[in-house]
């Protein structure tokens, strides 16, 4: 694993090379984000990003999502993967809030993944781009990176890389490393063709390193 020097060595140059990496969910308020959220799951957030305008111009509050059948939000939806399953946890999470909080979104994370559909990785991005607490969400990108670059250990779960990431990353920068490292694994050390041979961090990487060293010998 990578030690606390070099583990600052890439966080800063995550930094340098995406400087302005946000949340690229595109929402106006709260409520967006967790139904935009909601959605990308095993989804791209672009995919997302081509469905929500029309439903949040139709769609303003929980009651209106609830004013209709579920059949027709399912074809508001349908060019998103489980679109099906997902409607229905909509409609679920519209009537909790409702019911339960007055239809005002809580801010607590452990409150928010009370709601269907809404995992620890969901209430994490909600708690930390909504309302500004700290915050690590682990997607896809997060344990990616964090595995090749040994931040972490291949074999941890979800839940050991969000706590090991939060254990060594200082808490003031947690929302932001999240946004980051979606972005170097979005944008450069993809899950597949990495740029390994361009990347800046090479010297810290060893599954980098492997890589580069597997690519010469299938060339040679």
């Known amino acids: 694993m990578l030690n606390s020097t070099e583990l600052r060595y890439c966080l800063n140059t995550m930094a340098e090379m995406f400087p302005e990496a946000h949340c690229e969910l595109n929402h106006s308020?709260?409520?967006?984000?967790?139904?935009?959220?909601?959605?990308?799951?095993?989804?791209?957030?672009?995919?997302?990003?081509?469905v929500t305008p029309s439903l949040f111009q139709k769609y303003k509050t929980p009651e209106d999502y609830l004013s209709v059948p579920l059949e027709e939000?399912?074809?508001?939806?349908?060019?998103?993967?489980?679109?099906?399953?997902?409607?229905?946890?909509?409609?679920?999470?519209?009537?909790?809030?409702?019911?339960?909080?007055?239809?005002?979104?809580?801010?607590?994370?452990?409150?928010?993944?009370?709601?269907?559909?809404?995992?620890r990785k969901t209430a994490n991005v909600v708690v930390s781009v909504a309302f500004g607490v700290p915050a690590i969400a682990v997607d896809t990108?997060?344990?990616?990176?964090?595995?090749?670059?040994?931040?972490?250990?291949?074999?941890?779960?979800?839940?050991?890389?969000?706590?090991?990431?939060?254990?060594?990353?200082?808490?003031?920068e947690w929302s932001v490393t999240h946004h980051r490292m979606i972005f170097f694994?979005?944008?450069?050390?993809?899950?597949?063709?990495?740029?390994?041979?361009?990347?800046?961090?090479?010297?810290?990487?060893?599954e980098g390193k492997k890589r580069i060293k597997q690519k010469g010998r299938s060339n040679a």
């Open 185 to 206: 694994g979005r944008y450069h050390c993809k899950a597949q063709n990495p740029q390994c041979e361009i990347c800046p961090l090479l010297e810290v990487c060893r």
């Open 73 to 119: 939000l399912q074809l508001d939806i349908r060019s998103i993967g489980l679109f099906r399953n997902k409607a229905k946890n909509i409609q679920k999470l519209c009537k909790l809030l409702l019911d339960e909080y007055g239809g005002n979104l809580p801010e607590d994370r452990d409150e928010l993944t009370k709601f269907p559909g809404v995992g």
């Open 29 to 50: 308020n709260p409520f967006e984000l967790i139904i935009a959220v909601s959605l990308s799951a095993q989804c791209t957030d672009a995919l997302v990003n081509k």
């Open 141 to 172: 990108h997060v344990e990616r990176v964090s595995k090749r670059l040994g931040i972490c250990r291949w074999k941890d779960n979800v839940l050991e890389v969000e706590k090991t990431l939060m254990k060594r990353i200082p808490k003031d």
